[in-house]
RNA sequence: CGGGGUGUAGCUCAGCCUGGUAGAGCACUGUCUUCGGGAGGCAGGGGCCGGAAGUUCAAAUCUUCUCACCCCGACCA
């Protein structure tokens, strides 16, 4: 491809909107142009990453057996209804009605349309195990989209279904995409992790996470290598504080703390550490509203609160108006003696003594609380997030964390939407059977972003190769001013393009520096520039963008190189 | 949804407070010089100053409404 009909745009600023490297870059280089909150434009360059990353996933998906189809984009409402979804999913589906008023949704996900496809087509147990999958534009219309392609509204998505029909059959299917997801972030070039996870809006039973490790992941995922242990921060339990509380040292006393409403606020006028204090919320419950309380330092996990019994779901924060009524206070100075309501403390509040919290009074806070002597000694539950240096749940060692990108997804759905849709098969005996299905998603078009923040230095994107737009960028010193220059350029580039390379010819009448600058700045693997310097040599001149120089090489085994690194 | 912020050239932004001919850098066109790390000169093109209403002799600038985009989201940040 020659740079002057690519028609490629690269910008010298960051657009004022991009807020994390990937997003930056994307634009800078002209991955991407935005149309609106959420909604990108490829541009010839980065629909080129983006066919990499779907042949890529194609290529394994056909490899594990899965069967690639196309299903609509829109979809009727009725199927959403037969599941409960049209009125579960909420704001995040986007709706619409055709000319005669019928409603309609853009498709966020297609359980609904494959589990009517396999009702229709599948009769035997003979045909099973079978997976369908597609590579397809979905809609979510996000609260917040942000972060470029990473948190879009629309997005392409490689989604697959299978079904079996014994949950046996269903866990083998869940290997086998295990496997190929494996096979296609190893091939993609990504550092990535495997965790348990939370199976949230979809449902069902067993649920994994793909995700790439990067700072600026949304998700904080905890791990133990000594333990084989791997969670979204989500789901990761947290266990029982081992020992009992130490023996009361202070007296309870209650003190004033003007307009302390915060724990680092708490700490600093008391001077304590946030260990100390317990910090109390007011939720909404199912049928009245319930308090959590936590250790001060802790952080609250929504989705485990959300499975309490008596708590409502989604978790609710209590508005000010009924926190005033349960508490007698104004919020800032809940804390859980005398109140009224259910309290259901966390693990770690259990070895707690001598602490901090609200007294349920404008103003005023308790010190050296003690259970046993101020409060009962209470149950605890697991509410809060884990945290670097936790126990294992297994006990053989201490988790970390860190940050990642959620680009891949797989669950064991079972029977929760062929059993809602009736979808039935007949087994071996002649009963007919509900179908168990497993579903499977990969962000194709997030995968792009994840892979830049993953990999860039100051000067620009760095593609793993598997990714790479081109190659090769050929970029030829003064051509416009040296006719034999020219001849040798076009002639390499056909050679080049002969070896079956992808090859970018910057055969702009640009400075040095500038082709330079875009080479870097858009990332391509491999460099050649060839100058009247290096010809009389017949010599090349080699980098690779992860280089720091550059070298002269012969012709020949510039060639050659660049063959062997298209051929791994 | 709630809170905050920003809308001026393709991009980054100044001008707005204190109303009076719409600007800079980058990008783009032509031309000359330069030519191995984002060159320089000269000459150009490009703006419903997000939209509407109002105040005024006069509005990018003041007022109101509206739209779009960005950031933040219970404890903690």
Redesign the pocket.
Same mark, same amino acid.
């Given at each position: 491809m020659r740079f002057t009909r690519f028609g490629l745009? $690269?910008?010298?600023? $960051?657009?004022?909107?991009a807020?994390i490297v990937s997003h930056q870059l994307m634009l800078?280089a002209g991955l991407i142009r935005?149309l609106?909150?959420?909604l990108f434009t490829w541009m010839p360059l980065g629909l080129r990453v983006l066919r990499k990353v779907e042949a890529i996933v194609r290529e394994e998906m056909d490899r594990a057996g899965a069967l690639e189809v196309l299903m609509p984009a829109v979809q009727p409402a009725e199927l959403w209804q037969e599941t409960g979804r049209w009125e579960k999913y909420g704001n995040l589906l986007l709706r619409m009605q055709d000319r005669h008023q019928r409603d309609y949704c853009f498709g966020p996900t297609h359980e609904e349309v494959i589990t009517d496809i396999a009702r229709r087509e599948l009769r035997s147990y003979k045909q099973l195990p079978v997976n369908f999958y597609q590579i397809q534009t979905k809609f979510r219309d996000e609260?917040?989209?942000?972060?470029g392609v990473m948190r879009a509204r629309e997005f392409t998505m490689k989604d697959a279904y299978s079904f079996d029909v014994d949950q046996a059959g269903l866990e083998q299917s869940y290997q086998v995409m295990h496997a190929a997801y494996t096979a296609i972030f190893e091939r993609l070039g990504l550092k990535f992790r495997v965790v348990d996870a939370d199976s949230g809006e979809i449902g069902g039973n067993r649920s994994q996470e793909f995700h790439v490790l990067a700072d600026s992941g949304e998700d904080a995922i905890a791990w133990c290598d000594e333990d084989n242990f791997a969670s979204n921060v989500e789901t990761a339990a947290t266990t029982a504080a081992d020992g009992e509380a130490l023996a009361p040292e202070l007296e309870l006393e209650k003190v004033s703390t003007p307009n302390t409403? $915060?724990?680092?606020?708490?700490t600093t006028l008391l001077s304590l550490k946030p260990e100390q204090t317990l910090?109390t919320?007011i939720?909404e419950g199912d049928e009245q509203p319930v308090a959590?309380v936590?250790r001060?330092d802790?952080?609250?996990?929504?989705i485990k609160?959300a499975k309490i019994p008596g708590v409502a779901s989604p978790?609710t924060?209590s508005d000010p108006a009924t926190i005033v009524r349960v508490t007698g206070c104004k919020?800032?100075f809940a804390g859980p003696i005398g109140l009224k309501i259910p309290v259901f403390y966390d693990h770690a509040t259990k070895v707690m003594s001598d602490f901090v919290c609200g007294a349920n009074e404008a103003d005023m806070h308790l010190t050296g609380v003690n259970f046993g002597r101020d409060i009962d000694t209470p149950k605890t539950v697991d509410l809060r997030n884990v945290v670097e240096g936790d126990s294992t749940p297994g006990g053989k060692g201490t988790l970390s964390i860190a940050r990642g990108i959620e680009v891949g997804h797989i669950f064991q759905l079972g029977t929760s939407y062929s059993e809602a849709m009736n979808a039935t098969i007949q087994d071996q005996d002649g009963n007919d059977v509900t179908l168990l299905m497993g579903c499977y998603g990969i962000g194709i078009t997030r995968i792009v972003g994840a892979a830049i923040e993953q990999n860039n230095d100051e000067?620009?994107i760095i593609w793993p190769e598997p990714l790479a737009p081109f190659d090769v960028v050929l970029i030829p010193?003064?051509m416009?001013?040296s006719d034999t220059l020219r001849e040798a350029a076009e002639a390499l580039y056909a050679e080049l393009a002969e070896l079956g390379l992808d090859v970018l010819f910057d055969d702009r009448d640009a400075?040095?520096?500038?082709k330079?600058?875009?080479?870097?700045?858009i990332g391509i693997p491999h460099r050649l520039?060839?100058?009247?310097?290096?010809l009389e040599a017949g010599e090349l001149?080699y980098?690779h963008r992860r280089d720091d120089d550059?070298r002269m090489m012969k012709r020949e085994d510039a060639l050659n190189l660049l063959k062997e690194s298209s051929l791994s």
């Open positions: 745009s $690269t910008l010298r600023d $960051t657009p004022a909107e807020e800078r935005r609106s909150s959420g609260i917040r989209p942000r972060f409403k $915060t724990i680092e606020e708490l910090k919320l939720v959590l936590l001060g802790h952080e609250l996990n929504a609160a978790l924060m919020p800032g000067r620009g010193i003064n416009h001013r400075r040095p520096g500038v330079f600058a875009d080479a870097e700045l520039v060839i100058s009247d310097r290096g001149e980098r550059s």
